[in-house]
């Protein structure tokens, strides 16, 4: 095949190596950067939360007490697209959203957002405003 030592050199040999030995090392670089880039993308800003690419449903996110227009851009941007997002969300991941959108933001407290998210998934809106009312500011 290929890989003999000869006398003489073959030019059409040496190519055909070069080539072989080209399309071997672009194959392990595309299946390097397929599995760098899968590990990179399962999770997003916010801990435990899948990537948009998990699923394409967006949920009202505004019907949690204290997410209004901008936040709910902000947990979008942070991969939190459904209340089920919010549910699996990690507290401290989405304080940290808030954190980096700035001061404004900062004073949030998201500590009940999964427990009402929990409720709006459910679909039960009777016990969510029943429980909205007992907050206060959107904190226990």
């Not at 399962?42 to 699923?55: E, I």
């Not at 949920?59 to 991969?79: C, F, M, Q, R, S």
């Not at 016990?127 to 206060?136: A, P, R």
Request: overall charge negative; glycine content about 8%.
């Amino acid at each position: 095949m290929f890989w003999h030592i000869t006398t003489s050199y073959d030019r059409s040999d040496a190519t055909f190596e070069i080539l072989f030995m080209l399309l071997i090392a672009f194959l392990l670089g595309y299946l390097l950067a397929r599995l760098l880039h899968s590990k990179s993308s399962s999770k997003n800003l916010v801990y435990g939360a899948p990537t948009m690419a998990a699923h394409s449903k967006k949920d009202n996110l505004k019907v949690i007490e204290w997410v209004g227009p901008k936040i709910e851009e902000l947990l979008y941007a942070g991969g939190i697209m459904s209340f089920a997002d919010v549910v699996h969300a990690d507290i401290e991941g989405l304080q940290e959203v808030l954190d980096a959108a700035g001061p404004k933001y900062q004073m949030h407290n998201p500590k009940t957002w999964p427990d009402q998210a929990d409720l709006a998934a459910k679909g039960r809106w009777k016990e969510l405003k029943e429980y909205q009312d007992i907050l206060s500011g959107g904190r226990d």
